[in-house]
């Protein structure tokens, strides 16, 4: 038996729990079984949820940065020299926001 933990309380973040228990919660008909729970947060759905998410956020940002690198010299011969493309500038943004 695998066991999946979830910190959730005050001051935690819990997007995850959330939004896994949604659908369940907004089920009035039905009591939520053990089996579904379990299948709101087996790793297969978060990791598909994970990254659909990472991949709007990607491309949004990838998108907004590579339309400001066109319209500035300055910013884009920075980025020539330093940075190389806008996509793997933007894949690295996430190590250094942290």
């Known amino acids: 038996m695998r066991r999946h933990s979830y910190l959730v309380g005050l001051n935690e973040e819990c997007h995850t729990a959330q939004s896994r228990f949604l ?36 491309e949004a940002t990838e998108s907004a940065l590579s339309a400001l690198v066109k319209k500035d010299k300055t910013l884009q011969a920075d980025f020539e ?17 942290r």
């Open 81 to 97: 020299a330093k940075h190389g493309n806008t996509s793997d500038f933007t894949e690295k943004l996430d190590g250094v926001s």
């Open 23 to 58: 659908a369940l919660l907004q089920n009035t008909t039905d009591t939520s079984t053990l089996a579904q729970i379990e299948t709101a947060f087996s790793v297969e759905s978060v990791s598909k949820e994970f990254f659909a998410e990472y991949l709007r956020l990607f």
